[in-house]
């Protein structure tokens, strides 16, 4: 019998999962993500799914997690102090292609060398420049190198290798071993983003290893990969770039293990956000332009995720405009009133009672502030630093804010990750209608209450009853979603020119949901696929979401934990990638790390390149920890007519080794 440990860190709470032969889930166990150090809420979810499995932890045979630390990370802007050395190009591609917002000014040195399109040397490397540069600027967490052509010829991104590690011992993000494609300018762009990414995931890694070894498991530790692969803990800590989209890459892996769907729409809601992707032939659909995070397009394969601010957690707005008045949510998350009354509930009552008992409804009624513990407040400007100095422990906002600035301080703090603000939220409602019954009903109908005093534009209270006003706030967010799976859903529909949210939104289709229009028109509209419905509080939201959209909604067992299954059941998947040219007539070049090497026919120079790629692949599967690997080939080959004959341009070749990930003895 093997046993192996799925966990995921989300971004209210951290799931875990013991699955017997990769067969049967016995266990699921939760606890609250703890986001001044990951590894607490890791260790409180993994012996929590322990003790309720009644298992010794030296069973477990196999560990694996999924992240959002580096999606969150690129998110919020956060991670180490990075420096560029950008080999061949002109200064000004800094600014044209983002990377000077990107390096966010961090030091950049663009220095002569660089190859041409064929391979061949374009300037010799100007070692002595980066040396001096190097010495000046050795206050960095990491380096990035990206070199003009590096994937025809690497050889002055190792060559600057060598000469940063040598003078300064930190670690080195190569271009060309993070994709083979071309384009520089976005290759740098993501060797920067792993270069920054690399100190947050040693500390994450590593930690969740001790608190793994902590508690007597000793299985290898995986990590999910942002295409929904595994790969190895020490693989995670070079390449940490690769992790974004992590989490919802597992989620798509274990909706397809819970139901082994082959074509549907993937639905997972969070606390903060509502992750949609198609899952077809049953597997995730890979973003052919790279994944997108944080506003910055990278170079790295990852699941095409469409990510809507639309959680449990959204916060909640008062629409006050037209007669009817209304609500809309997120993209904003807040922490619920039902769940900060759990930390305080003398103070979060006590407010929330002298806000009923006040004639009229105030700005900041049934909201609440707290800091956020373990994170270091340094470079606050007077008035941010004034602001925090008021948040300790949990208090009403509007004992907090003084003044209008004050609201810009409060918001620097939230975006910097130092404050939380508590208000009324999805998941009060489901509490008020007892959807739910975890953290303090009580606590969200007095916030409900004072919500509903709010006036529309024909003066009248927004809801009348507490309930009432919950159902509002289920149904918004029933229709919000509904518009992330239309989205989703016209984004793969390749037939269609205009934008899937312009789509999604346009009148006619709106009119022929839920039901149809049926005039001397008639209209039925709504998805054509089955959707899986993803997430702790997918089975108290998303059957109104199928009827609305006139779908199949799949609501599986353990849909709370899909995360974490996803972590455990996936593949160790590596892929290495190459090309074939043709510099001249009868003249084939195989563009290697060792450098190009030419040959007489195209055959034979494909042949040699997939037997390189074939080693490489093999390789890193099995430094992955993979086992009954099995190799894929395909060869993409670029030809044309030239006086009446075929012509040879270019050939990509990709070699592919899959395999289980190797169970412990």
Same mark, same amino acid.
Request: overall charge negative; aromatic content about 4%.
């Given at each position: 019998?093997?046993?192996?440990?799925?966990?995921?860190?989300?971004?209210?709470?951290?799931?875990?999962?013991?699955?017997?032969?990769?067969?049967?889930?016995?266990?699921?166990?939760?606890?609250?993500?703890?986001?001044?150090?990951?590894?607490?809420?890791?260790?409180?979810?993994?012996?929590?799914?322990?003790?309720?499995?009644?298992?010794?932890?030296?069973?477990?045979?196999?560990?694996?997690?999924?992240?959002?630390?580096?999606?969150?990370?690129?998110?919020?802007?956060?991670?180490?102090?990075?420096?560029?050395?950008?080999?061949?190009?002109?200064?000004?591609?800094?600014?044209?292609?983002?990377?000077?917002?990107?390096?966010?000014?961090?030091?950049?040195?663009?220095?002569?060398?660089?190859?041409?399109?064929?391979?061949?040397?374009?300037?010799?490397?100007?070692?002595?420049?980066?040396?001096?540069?190097?010495?000046?600027?050795?206050?960095?967490?990491?380096?990035?190198?990206?070199?003009?052509?590096?994937?025809?010829?690497?050889?002055?991104?190792?060559?600057?290798?060598?000469?940063?590690?040598?003078?300064?011992?930190?670690?080195?993000?190569?271009?060309?071993?993070?994709?083979?494609?071309?384009?520089?300018?976005?290759?740098?762009?993501?060797?920067?983003?792993?270069?920054?990414?690399?100190?947050?995931?040693?500390?994450?890694?590593?930690?969740?290893?001790?608190?793994?070894?902590?508690?007597?498991?000793?299985?290898?530790?995986?990590?999910?990969?942002?295409?929904?692969?595994?790969?190895?803990?020490?693989?995670?800590?070079?390449?940490?770039?690769?992790?974004?989209?992590?989490?919802?890459?597992?989620?798509?892996?274990?909706?397809?293990? +819970?139901?082994?769907?082959? %074509?549907?729409?993937?639905?997972?809601?969070?606390?903060?956000?509502?992750?949609?992707?198609?899952?077809?032939?049953?597997?995730?659909?890979?973003?052919?332009?790279?994944?997108?995070?944080?506003?910055?397009?990278?170079?790295?394969?990852?699941?095409?995720?469409?990510?809507?601010?639309?959680?449990?957690?959204?916060?909640?707005?008062?629409?006050?405009?037209?007669?009817?008045?209304?609500?809309?949510?997120?993209?904003?998350?807040?922490?619920?009133?039902?769940?900060?009354?759990?930390?305080? $509930?003398?103070?979060?009552?006590?407010?929330?009672?002298?806000?009923?008992?006040? $004639?009229?409804?105030?700005?900041?009624?049934?909201?609440?502030?707290?800091?956020?513990?373990?994170?270091?407040?340094?470079?606050?400007?007077?008035?941010?630093?004034?602001?925090?100095?008021?948040?300790?422990?949990?208090?009403?906002?509007?004992?907090?804010?003084?003044?209008?600035?004050?609201?810009?301080?409060?918001?620097?703090?939230?975006?910097?990750?130092?404050?939380?603000?508590?208000?009324?939220?999805?998941?009060?409602?489901?509490?008020?209608?007892?959807?739910?019954?975890?953290?303090?009903?009580?606590?969200?109908?007095?916030?409900?209450?004072?919500?509903?005093?709010?006036?529309?534009?024909?003066?009248?209270?927004?809801?009348?009853?507490?309930?009432?006003?919950?159902?509002?706030?289920?149904?918004?967010? %029933?229709?919000?979603?509904?518009?992330?799976?239309?989205?989703?859903?016209?984004?793969?529909?390749?037939?269609?020119?205009?934008?899937?949210?312009?789509?999604?939104?346009?009148?006619?289709?709106?009119?022929? +949901?839920?039901?149809?229009?049926?005039?001397?028109?008639?209209?039925?509209?709504?998805?054509?696929?089955?959707?899986?419905?993803?997430?702790?509080?997918?089975?108290?939201?998303?059957?109104?979401?199928?009827?609305?959209?006139?779908?199949?909604?799949?609501?599986?067992?353990?849909?709370?934990?899909?995360?974490?299954?996803?972590?455990?059941?996936?593949?160790?998947?590596?892929?290495?990638?190459?090309?074939?040219?043709? $510099?001249?007539?009868?003249?084939?070049?195989?563009?290697?790390?060792?450098?190009?090497?030419?040959? %007489?026919?195209?055959?034979?120079?494909?042949?040699?390149?997939?037997?390189?790629?074939?080693?490489?692949?093999?390789?890193?599967?099995?430094?992955?920890?993979?086992?009954?690997?099995?190799?894929?080939?395909?060869?993409?080959?670029?030809?044309?007519?030239?006086?009446?004959?075929?012509?040879?341009?270019?050939?990509?070749?990709?070699?592919?080794?899959?395999?289980?990930?190797?169970?412990?003895?």
């Amino acid at each position: 019998m093997a046993l192996l440990l799925g966990v995921d860190t989300g971004g209210t709470y951290t799931d875990a999962v013991l699955i017997r032969d990769e067969a049967e889930v016995i266990a699921t166990a939760k606890s609250l993500t703890t986001r001044h150090d990951l590894a607490i809420g890791i260790g409180g979810a993994v012996r929590a799914v322990l003790q309720e499995a009644q298992v010794d932890p030296a069973e477990v045979a196999l560990a694996s997690l999924s992240t959002t630390l580096a999606t969150n990370a690129l998110v919020e802007g956060q991670g180490g102090r990075v420096g560029l050395v950008y080999i061949g190009f002109d200064a000004r591609d800094l600014e044209a292609h983002g990377l000077r917002e990107a390096l966010k000014g961090d030091p950049a040195l663009v220095l002569a060398g660089g190859h041409s399109h064929a391979g061949t040397e374009a300037a010799p490397l100007d070692q002595k420049a980066l040396e001096t540069w190097l010495t000046a600027n050795s206050d960095v967490s990491g380096y990035a190198v990206a070199a003009q052509f590096a994937t025809r010829n690497p050889a002055h991104e190792l060559a600057a290798e060598a000469v940063i590690r040598a003078l300064t011992g930190r670690p080195v993000s190569l271009s060309h071993h993070l994709s083979a494609k071309l384009n520089g300018p976005k290759r740098a762009l993501t060797a920067v983003l792993n270069a920054r990414l690399i100190g947050l995931t040693h500390r994450l890694i590593g930690r969740a290893e001790e608190v793994l070894a902590e508690i007597g498991i000793t299985a290898p530790l995986k990590v999910v990969r942002g295409d929904g692969a595994l790969i190895s803990a020490s693989q995670a800590k070079e390449r940490p770039i690769e992790t974004i989209l992590s989490g919802p890459a597992a989620s798509i892996v274990g909706a397809r293990w +819970l139901t082994g769907a082959d %074509t549907a729409l993937v639905s997972d809601i969070g606390g903060t956000t509502t992750d949609v992707a198609l899952l077809r032939n049953g597997r995730p659909a890979i973003d052919p332009q790279g994944a997108s995070v944080g506003g910055w397009r990278t170079m790295v394969e990852a699941v095409a995720m469409r990510t809507t601010g639309l959680g449990g957690d959204s916060e909640v707005h008062f629409i006050g405009d037209g007669l009817e008045g209304g609500v809309t949510l997120g993209p904003r998350r807040l922490v619920p009133v039902s769940l900060i009354a759990l930390d305080a $509930p003398d103070l979060v009552h006590a407010a929330l009672d002298a806000a009923l008992r006040a $004639p009229l409804p105030g700005d900041h009624d049934g909201r609440f502030v707290r800091p956020v513990p373990g994170v270091e407040a340094q470079g606050l400007s007077e008035r941010d630093a004034t602001v925090f100095a008021r948040i300790v422990g949990v208090h009403p906002l509007g004992e907090v804010l003084k003044n209008r600035l004050d609201i810009s301080a409060l918001q620097r703090l939230v975006a910097r990750g130092l404050v939380q603000v508590a208000g009324i939220t999805p998941s009060d409602a489901s509490h008020m209608l007892q959807r739910v019954a975890v953290w303090d009903r009580s606590a969200a109908e007095k916030a409900l209450r004072l919500f509903m005093r709010r006036r529309t534009g024909a003066g009248e209270m927004l809801a009348t009853d507490p309930n009432v006003m919950a159902q509002m706030i289920i149904d918004r967010l %029933t229709h919000q979603t509904c518009q992330a799976l239309l989205e989703a859903a016209f984004a793969e529909e390749h037939s269609f020119d205009a934008a899937p949210d312009a789509l999604a939104r346009h009148e006619l289709m709106q009119r022929g +949901l839920f039901g149809g229009h049926s005039g001397l028109i008639r209209l039925h509209t709504g998805l054509a696929v089955d959707v899986v419905g993803l997430g702790a509080s997918a089975p108290s939201y998303y059957p109104a979401v199928g009827e609305k959209l006139g779908c199949k909604m799949i609501l599986p067992e353990h849909a709370g934990v899909a995360n974490a299954i996803g972590a455990v059941v996936g593949r160790v998947t590596m892929r290495r990638m190459g090309t074939v040219t043709a $510099p001249a007539e009868g003249r084939f070049r195989v563009h290697l790390d060792t450098g190009p090497e030419d040959f %007489t026919t195209a055959e034979s120079a494909m042949a040699r390149l997939e037997a390189i790629l074939s080693e490489a692949a093999l390789g890193a599967a099995r430094a992955a920890g993979a086992e009954d690997i099995r190799l894929t080939t395909a060869r993409d080959i670029r030809r044309a007519m030239a006086e009446n004959r075929e012509v040879f341009l270019e050939a990509t070749v990709t070699i592919e080794a899959s395999g289980r990930p190797r169970i412990a003895d």
